[in-house]
């Protein structure tokens, strides 16, 4: 039962940090949105309909606190869903696995949690531009340290969460046989 609701834990843990506690702490550009960290994880791992479901959750959330309808809601579901969709058919990675394996299994993971995150920040840069007029080439640079970050985020908290939502998997030992035969 704990393991159902961990997704919903995370993501209002995460919202109640955004929302409460980081910004007494810190409140500047390179601040990045927990909240968003723990969309995405659901989307890889619970697939794309939790992906969607949960950003939907979390961007709702966010924009109500905040007061500002939709400015985190559509990008939420939208990142959800796509980091789902891409990566939820690739089987998870192993120790058994070749190295070359892993890191590639690796790169695809990097490439498609941080393409949605690199265009988020795009539309919000744009968005702030049609908002203030003021374009600054600092701006492009915090976009893509934000986006490192993000990247770095997910990719450090993906096997702890995955732990969180499935458990501990079982692993046979190499060259051990568990199977019993009854009868010839």
Known sequence: MLRKLAPIFTVLLSILLDTAVLPVFYYGRFLVPLSLVAVILCGVQLGRTSGMLY???????????AGTLGMKL??????????????????????SM???????????????ISLPLLVYEI?????????????EWSYVR?????????????????APMHRLYFGKTNSTRKGRNTREVKSF
């Open 74 to 95: 559509f990008p939420y579901v939208a990142i959800g869903f796509l980091v789902g969709f891409f990566l939820d058919q690739q089987p998870e990675i192993s120790r």
């Open 98 to 112: 070749e190295r070359r394996e892993r890191l590639q299994r690796l790169a695809v993971r990097t490439i498609w």
């Open 123 to 135: 539309v919000m840069l744009v968005l702030q531009y049609f908002s203030t007029a003021i374009f």
């Open 142 to 158: 915090d976009l893509l340290v934000r986006v490192v970050m993000l990247t770095a985020l997910c990719l450090l908290l993906y």
């Open 55 to 65: 950003g939907m959750i979390a961007g709702l959330l966010l924009d109500v606190s």
